[in-house]
């Protein structure tokens, strides 16, 4: 309606508003006709420069060849350089869905897969619970769309079980979730004589095919799984299909299915050219990088480039996008299940697509909402990132016949393409850049023999297009300076992405002759199974097959033999016909020779920067940990009504403070379960300890659920002011749910193990130190007596226990022990009175106290029969449900301002204020309270986003800045 507007307001546009709405408005011959322009001026200066240095005929013809593709090359990355610096993003228009999914946009989010074990089935059952947990809605449903790997035979002996376990995994999440939330759908093997093997139909294409179908009633599917509530398939409207080893993070799906259901963005399907013309079928989110796989390999990390620091909260430019309003699909995001179905229904014969993102997405038209991410991981060897490039180039050769005025359909006749300009030119440009590599070889090899001109220039222009990335992003930094910032401070902070551009462009250098060799081998493939053979057309090696293989030197050298004959084969080349120019060439020849040992450093894991602790540190840390827990053990008392007061300070008169806060409270609960770890205390002392304490916590007054920031342990009362505190509240919520699931796992824990004999020996050496400050005593018959017996008793505690029955003989042998040394102690004290040594040899007399107690623990559970553990079992379960109450019973929203998208300090109930001071930065002591509200769903995760993420040049790296650098902001 603006142009309406315009017209009757007689509104004149400006000229640069002009060119702007030309361009807009013929998209195809500014972008496409920019760049052939571009390409034709550069080709022909280089043909000029060839005939100035005496280029013959075939020479000028040969230049023309060999830096077609180059140049072509440079200025795609040119142009799409300015044009998505010169054009604002142009974000797709949503719905909220503040009140949820409506039932009329019911979504599915499928994960295409193959089952080739059990472990694999678990593997892919997590990963889908874990998909839920963050985008919980009514009406968004998760499946499971499988294969079995592919076999020489219908079915294999494994598969029974296989099927088995994953029809449990979807069973136990709908048990746990409620129903109607999670599917299995598997389809059986069938025959493919072009493969020469059983497999899934289509692969990965089939399944979404057949999926589709199954959807709309079809009952001739290949699924010979279908588990789950089927009576809410029909009315599924859109699907989102993610690979296996992508992320779905917090509300993503909502997000997607807001936007897809827009009306201006849902699609129009033209049935007379049989594709969406207006709308989109499909939108595809951005995808970004696994924080952990970008940080598995040097190869990871310098390809990935920066993960973890940026928010994804804004939309970035794709010239695409932008400029013809259709973006590039890459298979994983949402499509409309009807439009889809319609543009892409009888398109291609069988077996002849192995590729099909980019297909789909021309007939189904793809729209980018680079607002809205995916995360995926990165592969952490060049081998396994080649293996993919080989497959894309091998699919996007097998669509090259869509270039073509007639097309193929799923009979194999032949039918009038109607795909738009702008589809056909994005598969043109995907085989262009499958051809760069080679082409890139070929003008190096040129240059350094035949043609014409300095050899220097032609290298050069190679050069050129492997450093645009380090270039381009010196180019940015440099005009990335904001004003009033220093140069020494901005140059510091922009030198790492200078850096790892630098290294892509190197390390891509290095690589080059193999990846010419891929490419070759892909493209030359493709052509012979297309043209000739027909067969082999879906050959296909899932991603987590890829990055399961061993990479030792001999299997990497094997798999890029080729890389280092290139460069000898080069070498030879160019001194036999050029030896002048062979010096130019060795750098470049040398680092091909190297690429199997650079592919092979590169794509070894990260080495683990942290030091091993040795037995002695260990053991001196755990003493530590004794002590600590000493402070909790003696504190907990009725007095205090089961609350450990906040400290103890031996130098003032009122030597407890008999206050606590939620975070004291947090953590009390916290190390009662240490103290289990560590061995203190057995699974009943954990409950007997924390039953009252929850007894305490469910009598407090609260304020909405959050307890008051400090309570008087001896009344209960709250302190005045009473106040609710952000940081409080959040972490005891944090620390309630790591409470409640240790109480839950302590039903899968043995009556006694190990852990029972640490706990015992850290308060043996404890007593062993107390002695040391007692040499007097200790150096006397009876003081060496009890060294020994000491030093025996270590040893029995050191000891590896593994049969049940052999516990009770072990812990017989430490209570005799322990009667032995107790005499020996006795003996001990009056000789020690008269050293003044009577403090140390009671301290140690306290400690053998301390084992003795931790025994009767133990012979206690041994005790225990089974209806004893059950009920042990039924009181922590009920533990753990108070825990759960009590973080569901808080409500974070009155604490947070929904204007400023952070957490004030806190609330004053007192007052009936909240306090005018926020959190807002990332390394904040609040930063666990903005994860678990999120994680609750009280606050919308843009919140996460709106956190300072001020970042300082520290080292080679970049550090995180926070308000004091305290422990809590970080940890």
């Given at each position: 309606g603006r142009f309406q507007l315009e017209a009757r307001v007689r509104y004149s546009p400006t000229v640069r508003e002009r060119i702007a709405r030309?361009?807009?408005?013929?998209?195809?011959?500014?972008?496409?006709?920019?760049?052939?322009?571009?390409?034709?001026?550069?080709?022909?200066?280089?043909?000029?420069?060839?005939?100035?240095?005496?280029?013959?005929?075939?020479?000028?013809?040969?230049?023309?060849?060999?830096?077609?593709?180059?140049?072509?090359?440079?200025v795609v990355s040119i142009v799409q350089l300015v044009a998505t610096g010169q054009i604002p993003p142009r974000p797709l228009p949503k719905l909220a869905l503040r009140e949820g999914v409506p039932p009329a946009h019911r979504t599915i989010v499928v994960v295409p897969a193959i089952f080739d074990s059990a472990a694999r089935v678990t593997t892919l059952v997590d990963d889908l619970e874990v998909r839920f947990l963050g985008n919980r809605d009514e009406n968004l449903h998760f499946a499971l769309l499988t294969d079995f790997a592919d076999s020489v035979d219908p079915s294999r002996p494994e598969d029974a079980d296989i099927l088995s376990h994953a029809r449990a995994g979807v069973d136990a999440l709908n048990d746990r979730y409620g129903a109607q939330r999670f599917f299995l759908f598997h389809r059986e093997r069938r025959w493919?004589?072009?493969?020469?093997?059983?497999?899934?139909?289509?692969?990965?294409?089939?399944?979404?095919?057949?999926?589709?179908?199954?959807?709309?009633?079809?009952?001739?599917?290949?699924?010979?799984?279908?588990?789950?509530?089927?009576?809410?398939?029909?009315?599924?409207?859109?699907v989102i299909t993610l690979d296996s080893d992508t992320q779905l993070p917090m509300e993503a799906a909502a997000r997607l299915i807001g936007t897809l259901a827009h009306p201006l963005n849902m699609p129009r399907f033209d049935p007379a050219v049989g594709r969406v013309t207006e709308g989109y079928g499909v939108l595809q989110p951005g995808v970004g990088v696994n924080l952990v796989s970008a940080n598995a390999s040097v190869f990871a990390k310098v390809f990935s480039g920066h993960v973890g620091v940026d928010p994804y909260t804004t939309a970035v430019?794709?010239?695409?996008?932008?400029?013809?309003?259709?973006?590039?699909?890459?298979?994983?995001?949402?499509?409309?299940?009807?439009?889809?179905?319609?543009?892409?229904?009888?398109?291609?014969?069988?077996?002849?697509?192995?590729?099909?993102?980019?297909?789909?997405?021309?007939?189904?038209?793809?729209?980018?909402?680079?607002?809205?991410?995916?995360?995926?991981?990165?592969p952490a060897h060049y081998l396994a990132f080649a293996a993919r490039q080989h497959r894309w180039a091998r699919g996007d050769w097998q669509i090259a016949r869509w270039l073509w005025r007639t097309v193929p359909d799923a009979s194999g006749r032949s039918v009038r393409n109607t795909l738009p300009v702008i589809a056909r030119?994005?598969?043109?440009?995907?085989?262009?850049?499958?051809?760069?590599?080679?082409?890139?070889?070929?003008?190096?090899?040129?240059?350094?023999?035949?043609?014409?001109?300095?050899a220097l220039m032609w290298t050069m222009l190679a050069l050129l297009?492997?450093?645009?990335?380090?270039?381009?992003?010196?180019?940015?930094?440099?005009?990335?300076?904001?004003?009033?910032?220093?140069?020494?401070?901005?140059?510091?902070?922009?030198?790492?992405?200078?850096?790892?551009?630098?290294?892509?462009s190197l390390l891509w250098a290095s690589l080059l002759a193999h990846q010419a060799w891929i490419m070759s081998d892909a493209i030359a493939r493709t052509l012979w199974r297309v043209l000739v053979t027909r067969r082999h057309m879906l050959e296909w090696v899932s991603a987590d097959r890829l990055a399961g293989l061993k990479r030792t030197p001999g299997i990497v050298l094997r798999s890029m033999w080729a890389a280092p004959v290139m460069a000898i084969a080069a070498a030879v080349l160019v001194g036999i016909v050029s030896p002048a120019r062979l010096p130019l060439a060795l750098p470049l020849?040398?680092?091909?020779?190297?690429?199997?040992?650079?592919?092979?450093?590169?794509?070894?894991?990260?080495?683990?920067?942290?030091?091993?602790?040795?037995?002695?540190?260990?053991?001196?840390?755990?003493?530590?940990?004794?002590?600590?827990?000493?402070?909790?053990?003696?504190?907990?008392?009725?007095?205090d009504h089961w609350l450990v007061p906040d400290n103890v300070q031996e130098d003032r008169e009122d030597v407890v403070a008999h206050r606590t806060s939620p975070t004291n409270i947090g953590l009390q609960l916290l190390s009662t379960l240490a103290a289990y770890d560590f061995g203190y205390l057995s699974a009943s002392g954990v409950v007997d300890r924390l039953e009252p304490t929850f007894a305490t916590?469910?009598?407090?007054?609260?304020?909405?659920?959050?307890?008051?920031?400090?309570?008087?342990?001896?009344?209960?009362?709250?302190?005045?002011?009473?106040?609710?505190?952000?940081?409080?509240?959040?972490?005891?919520?944090?620390?309630?749910?790591?409470?409640?699931?240790?109480?839950?796992?302590?039903?899968?824990?043995?009556?006694?193990?190990?852990?029972?004999?640490?706990?015992?020996?850290?308060?043996?050496?404890?007593?062993?130190?107390?002695?040391?400050?007692?040499?007097?005593?200790?150096?006397?018959?009876?003081?060496?007596?009890?060294?020994?017996?000491?030093?025996?008793?270590?040893?029995?505690?050191?000891?590896?226990?593994?049969?049940?029955?052999?516990?009770?003989?072990?812990?017989?042998?430490?209570?005799?022990?322990?009667?032995?040394?107790?005499?020996?102690?006795?003996?001990?004290?009056?000789?020690?009175?008269?050293?003044?040594?009577?403090?140390?040899?009671?301290?140690?007399?306290?400690?053998?106290?301390?084992?003795?107690?931790?025994?009767?623990?133990?012979?206690?559970?041994?005790?225990?029969?089974?209806?004893?553990?059950?009920?042990?079992?039924?009181r922590a379960a009920r533990l753990a449900g108070l825990a759960d109450d009590l973080v569901e019973e808080m409500e974070f929203g009155f604490l947070f301002s929904r204007q400023r998208q952070h957490f004030s300090i806190g609330y004053n109930v007192t007052d009936g204020r909240l306090d005018a001071s926020y959190y807002d930065t990332l390394a904040s002591e609040a930063r666990l309270t903005s994860f678990v509200a999120i994680a609750t769903g009280q606050i919308p995760h843009e919140h996460w986003f709106k956190l300072g993420r001020s970042l300082t040049p520290t080292g080679g790296a970049r550090a995180l800045l926070s308000w004091s650098a305290s422990m809590f902001e970080y940890f």
């Open positions: 030309f361009t807009f408005k013929h998209p195809a011959l500014g972008y496409l006709g920019t760049i052939a322009v571009l390409t034709a001026l550069a080709v022909a200066s280089f043909l000029t420069y060839a005939a100035r240095h005496g280029g013959s005929g075939a020479e000028l013809w040969l230049v023309g060849l060999v830096v077609l593709l180059p140049v072509a090359e440079l493919n004589a072009s493969e020469g093997r059983w497999m899934g139909w289509e692969r990965k294409r089939g399944k979404l095919v057949e999926f589709n179908r199954l959807l709309r009633g079809a009952t001739d599917t290949g699924f010979i799984v279908a588990h789950g509530d089927l009576s809410v398939l029909p009315s599924v409207r859109f430019s794709d010239v695409y996008q932008d400029l013809f309003h259709e973006g590039s699909y890459v298979g994983k995001g949402i499509y409309h299940v009807d439009a889809f179905e319609a543009a892409l229904a009888s398109r291609v014969p069988e077996n002849t697509l192995l590729s099909h993102d980019l297909f789909e997405g021309s007939y189904a038209r793809a729209g980018l909402c680079t607002d809205i991410h995916l995360v995926d991981d990165y030119w994005k598969i043109l440009d995907n085989l262009r850049r499958s051809l760069l590599a080679p082409s890139l070889v070929g003008l190096l090899l040129a240059g350094w023999t035949v043609l014409p001109g300095s297009i492997l450093a645009f990335p380090a270039y381009a992003q010196l180019g940015r930094s440099l005009f990335a300076r904001v004003r009033g910032v220093p140069l020494g401070l901005h140059v510091a902070a922009e030198r790492d992405n200078v850096i790892t551009s630098a290294r892509q020849l040398a680092l091909w020779l190297i690429s199997p040992g650079i592919a092979y450093a590169t794509g070894r894991p990260m080495a683990d920067g942290r030091q091993a602790i040795g037995d002695a540190e260990r053991a001196r840390l755990r003493k530590i940990a004794r002590r600590t827990w000493l402070f909790f053990e003696e504190l907990f008392a009725p007095a916590l469910m009598s407090l007054p609260r304020y909405r659920g959050h307890f008051y920031n400090w309570y008087d342990t001896r009344t209960l009362s709250p302190l005045i002011p009473t106040y609710v505190s952000s940081v409080d509240s959040g972490n005891l919520a944090g620390y309630l749910m790591a409470v409640k699931l240790g109480l839950l796992q302590l039903a899968d824990e043995p009556l006694i193990d190990g852990r029972a004999l640490d706990g015992m020996r850290d308060a043996v050496r404890l007593c062993d130190g107390c002695l040391a400050n007692a040499p007097k005593s200790t150096g006397s018959a009876p003081g060496r007596a009890l060294k020994r017996e000491i030093a025996e008793l270590c040893g029995t505690l050191e000891q590896h226990v593994e049969a049940p029955d052999a516990w009770p003989e072990i812990l017989g042998r430490i209570e005799d022990q322990l009667e032995t040394i107790g005499v020996l102690v006795h003996e001990l004290e009056d000789s020690a009175a008269a050293a003044g040594e009577a403090q140390p040899i009671g301290e140690a007399a306290f400690w053998l106290d301390r084992v003795g107690i931790a025994l009767a623990q133990r012979r206690a559970d041994l005790g225990r029969t089974d209806a004893d553990s059950a009920e042990l079992i039924d």
